[in-house]
């Protein structure tokens, strides 16, 4: 079955940074877009950032945009996202799913905890 496997979320201060990863398995990862989401406590899921099934083109969310890179490794089923000048609302957990605008699958991993403190 579809399953992803986030990790690499911590604690850290504002100006700081921090590399999540996502382990997939259960679908053809290299035919498929991927994209990363979080959602903060008490608010909904929102798309983060996206990347093409190569790795041609990406988009990121305007309240990202310029402070992290997603990136893949199609050989390892693995998806990134760099997060650099974090800010206290960048807090949330982190989740990835297959998909460039919408989650192509139902299924959700645990997400990573992210949380920036002053």
């Known amino acids: 079955q579809v399953q992803f496997v986030e990790s690499g979320g911590a604690w850290v201060q504002p100006g700081g940074s921090m590399r999540l990863s996502c382990e997939a398995s259960?679908?053809?990862?290299?035919?498929?877009?991927m994209s990363w989401w979080r959602q903060a406590p008490g608010k909904e899921r929102d798309l983060v950032a996206s990347?093409?099934?190569?790795?041609?083109?990406?988009h990121y969310a305007d309240f990202v945009e310029g402070r992290f890179t997603i990136s893949r490794d199609n050989a390892k089923k693995m998806v990134y996202l760099q997060m650099n000048s974090l800010k206290p609302e960048d807090t949330a957990v982190y989740y990835c799913?297959?998909?460039?605008?919408?989650?192509?699958?139902?299924?959700w991993g645990q997400g990573t905890q992210v949380t920036v403190f002053s």
């Open positions: 799913n297959a998909g460039f605008s919408t989650n192509r699958f139902d299924a």
């Open positions: 259960g679908f053809t990862f290299w035919a498929y877009d």
């Open positions: 990347i093409r099934m190569d790795g041609s083109a990406t």
